[in-house]
């Protein structure tokens, strides 16, 4: 499999952005789908997932209520909708996919940099300017 994600640039505290990842290569609608981030001297954390199968989705309390994940209209196609960005989302932002991850992969995964997500993006900055 293969995941490789985009969308991240330089915006204003306040602004809003759409992060997308295309995940190819995975053979079934038996995985989850999450974004992670990692800001720099920082450990990579989570964000948000999404449990492919259902739907189910989750976020990490730092951007509950701002940011929504979601399946993009093409096939195996996540979306990140951050709004409201602050200063302390400015971070490397990586896209991953788990095989045979659900709901469990989701909540497991998510206060930790994601060890069972077996494929990871390279990454796309996002940088919110004061």
């Known amino acids: 499999g293969e995941v490789v994600e985009s969308g991240g640039e330089v915006v204003p505290v306040g602004g809003s952005l759409r992060l997308t990842c295309i995940a190819s290569?995975?053979?079934?609608?038996?995985?989850?789908m999450a974004w992670f981030r990692q800001a720099p001297g920082k450990a990579r954390e989570g964000v948000s997932c999404?449990?492919?199968?259902?739907?189910?989705?989750y976020y990490t309390d730092p951007v509950k209520g701002r940011f929504t994940v979601s399946r993009g209209n093409g096939k195996n196609t996540l979306i990140l909708q951050m709004n409201s960005l602050k200063p302390e989302d400015t971070a490397m932002y990586y896209c991953?996919?788990?095989?045979?991850?659900?709901?469990?992969?989701?909540?497991?995964?998510?206060?930790?940099?994601?060890?069972?997500?077996?494929?990871w993006g390279r990454g796309t900055q996002v940088t919110v300017s004061t």
């Open positions: 290569g995975l053979p079934n609608d038996e995985y989850a």
């Open positions: 999404l449990a492919w199968k259902d739907g189910q989705t």
């Open positions: 991953a996919a788990g095989y045979r991850l659900g709901r469990i992969g989701c909540t497991s995964n998510l206060d930790s940099p994601g060890p069972d997500f077996g494929y």
